[in-house]
């Protein structure tokens, strides 16, 4: 689906966990692109003091005439969207970059999501729940028990949640790299997705060449244009430099890491 900048009325916006928000937008006119999971928009926030760059936030959610997004507040931009009430009007940009390639699930897939990460594993879990998939198993780590966000839905969506905390408030006391190696023993997956810090993208990577299963990592990385020319969000991976706002930000794990 081709990108738009479309206006967009806030539904809701609400804070579901400490400095976490879920931001619910629907089109001031006419529809929302579809957007793929993994795809990003650049949301438009207005400062009185003077103009400041879009925010690049992942699809929580695209469909049935709204968009939804998951975002931590972590500086001015983000500060500022938090404060968005119901009805104003954003700019929204998207969808843009690349969304998870879902051909190599046939019968099992894991999802590895860590922290603020869910919002495009969540999306993604969700759309192999309507491809029928028969087993989606994800794996989803956090600081704490307050920030779990979404697993009782993905439970009741039949889909099998590991959890583990830094602090042991939820589920295990883990790191969720070590709990999705283990689930990768125990029922190998057709594929790998992953998003999170890059020590756990690493971590899920080289457990999923281990036992020769595909790897697809969703990474973060600050962006000014999110169409790829102002070359701020560059990376180094295996194949050079390459940018996440149009080259990514779903990566193939093997262009990522040297695995």
């Not at 989606?136 to 969506?157: C, M, N």
Request: aromatic share 6%; with cysteine.
């Amino acid at each position: 689906m081709e990108a738009r900048d479309i206006t967009c009325r806030v539904r809701a916006n609400r804070e579901v966990s400490s400095g976490i928000y879920r931001a619910t937008l629907e089109p001031v006119k006419g529809t929302v692109p579809d957007a793929a999971p993994g795809q990003f928009a650049m949301i438009q926030v207005k400062e009185k003091s003077g103009p400041l760059l879009r925010r690049p936030l992942s699809y929580l959610q695209a469909g049935a005439g709204r968009i939804e997004f998951l975002y931590r507040v972590v500086g001015v931009g983000t500060r500022i969207l938090a404060q968005a009430k119901k009805n104003d009007e954003l700019k929204v940009l998207g969808p843009l970059g690349s969304g998870f390639e879902l051909s190599a699930v046939k019968s099992n897939a894991l999802l590895v999501a860590g922290g603020i990460g869910i919002a495009p594993i969540y999306f993604l879990a969700m759309k192999l729940v309507e491809r029928k998939i028969p087993k989606i198993e994800v794996v989803y780590g956090a600081r704490t028990a307050r920030e779990i966000l979404f697993a009782e839905d993905l439970e009741k969506a039949g889909i099998a949640v590991r959890i583990v905390t830094d602090d042991g408030s939820a589920g295990k006391r883990a790191l969720a790299s070590k709990e999705a190696a283990k689930a990768m023993g125990a029922n190998k997956p057709d594929a790998v997705f992953a998003c999170g810090p890059y020590p756990m993208l690493r971590a899920v990577a080289e457990s999923s060449a281990r036992i020769g299963a595909p790897c697809q990592v969703s990474i973060e990385e600050r962006m000014a244009c999110g169409v790829g020319a102002c070359m701020g969000c560059a990376v180094k991976t295996e194949q050079g430099y390459l940018h996440v706002c149009c080259d990514g930000p779903v990566f193939d794990a093997s262009v990522l890491f040297k695995i």
